[in-house]
């Protein structure tokens, strides 16, 4: 078989290499197929040497192969020890200390989110420190080094778009961290006015309020107690995203009097 015929790599890299792992003295095409067959974690940074893929000469970390030549993969990274044979825009972020995907000329730097994030963000997002530096706050794996694409909702709080879906699929719209709505939710709310609207509480319960807590613009407020939800009263908030932090209290209507008659 010709060698131009051949693949090389594996499903999550295409390089005409395979790394010599640190750890446990195993060959490997990526960290991600270590990773996966066993029960620790390689830091592909400590990697020191590769073994060519066509034949099967251990040396050092670099793009060509010292013995036969060959070149590993049209994208290399010393820092980072990245070799890929797709052109996938890659680049090497200084700020972020890893490689990132998609052209340095697509994205930027936000030294306070220590992430890259699309350009068309720049001054236009909410500023959340180090926030790739935390897991998915849903399947609790890495974000910062993922190749997961993230979501990033109006809170700051980054989500794997993969999660986000599934979450959003699943009925859930409000962050799993910090409980603010991730979505408009405007033409639900309306929904919920018509429906609690139609639906009046017993006679014996009318008279009852509960203090609430709006989880989008975190302001208290005083409603009549319905078991359909809870509409948040500071305008021009309006969200029936909230949790009840007091109640419920029993006021009575007043009564107008009337004069006697003498």
Known sequence: MAEENVEYGCEHYKRKCKLVTPCCDKVYTCRFCHDESEEHTLNRKNVDEIMCSVCETKQPVQQNCSNCGILFGQYFCGKCKLIDDEDKKQYHCEGCGICRVGGRDKFFHCQTCDMCLPKKLENQHRCVEKMSRTNCPICLEDIHTSRIPSHIPSCGHLIHRTCFNSFIHRGHY?????????????????????????????????????????????????????????????????????????????????????????
């Open 174 to 262: 409000a962050c799993p961290v910090c409980q603010r709505s991730m979505m408009p939710m405007e033409s639900y709310w309306r929904i919920l006015d018509d429906e609690i609207a139609s639906t009046p509480m017993p006679v014996e319960y009318q008279n009852f309020f509960v203090t609430i807590l709006c989880n989008d613009c975190h302001q208290f407020s005083e409603v009549p107690m319905h078991p359909l939800g809870a509409k948040c009263q500071n305008a021009p908030c309006g969200s029936y995203n909230t949790c009840r932090s007091g109640g419920p209290v029993n006021r009575p209507a007043v009564r107008e009097q009337t004069p006697n008659s003498e």
